[in-house]
């Protein structure tokens, strides 16, 4: 009987790795910055990795499930993929103050946008 | 002007081709039918059970410890939580909320839960005399 089981545990398939996930996140920010947060739960401070290369953001956070030992599973929802989010920057922003928080499984990112992208006020002479 | 040029499948086709295939073909995925990542209101939930206890898992990021509201009544675990999303519109409270039914031989008095990352584990200790006992021939 226990054998059986065991059999159709080997049945379902694991996925690897190397499929992510897109995560949820939200943008807002005014003339001087943009903060962009990222939603990723399960991924701890050490594991993402930021880059802004032109004019694209690349988010990468490496979740961290510990699995129970023995037992078992009676309802399963929460995928062990890692997350990776790839966005297309509209505004030229300063890389060298780029700067990123993470806190509850939300990455805050603050992208400071380039001096020269900034609105400029005319004055009327 | 808005910060992230049209967001759109062409972006990023890859996670998205994965996505299209994987609801192309559930059977093939484990976890195709419960995928609700990217939606900001879904709360993913996993339901652990040993023999002495069983402990329930749910991806809530974005929500601090103080706003969390856990109960146990009549052997369902509710749990209702708030959080703020910044957005050009303004602040905005998000509640999340779910609820699952633990079963009735939980030790109420010996529940924890804990916040990591986004993630609530929740563990429910069953009580003593709904363990399974070993019983010796004599």
Redesign the interface.
Known sequence: MSTELKKQEEQ????TNA??????Y????DKEA????V??????KDDYSLSVHR?ELLVEGRKQ?GA?E??????????PESY????????SVDPDGIKAVSE???LTIT?PVAKEARPKTIKIS | MRLIKHDSFFNDPWTDLDRLFETSFPELYQWTPLRQGGRARSVPMDVHETEGERTVRMEIPGVRKKDIELELENSVLSVRAKREEETDAGPQSIELTRSVTVGDDIDADKIKANLDNGILTVVLPKQEQAKPKQITVG
């Open positions: 379902v398939p694991t996925r499929t992510y996930r897109r995560p949820y939200t943008v807002d920010g943009y903060r962009v947060s939603f990723m739960p399960g991924v701890a004019d499930l129970p023995g037992g078992r599973y009676l309802h399963r929802e929460i995928t990776k989010l790839r966005l297309q920057l509209n505004v509850d499984g939300v992208l």
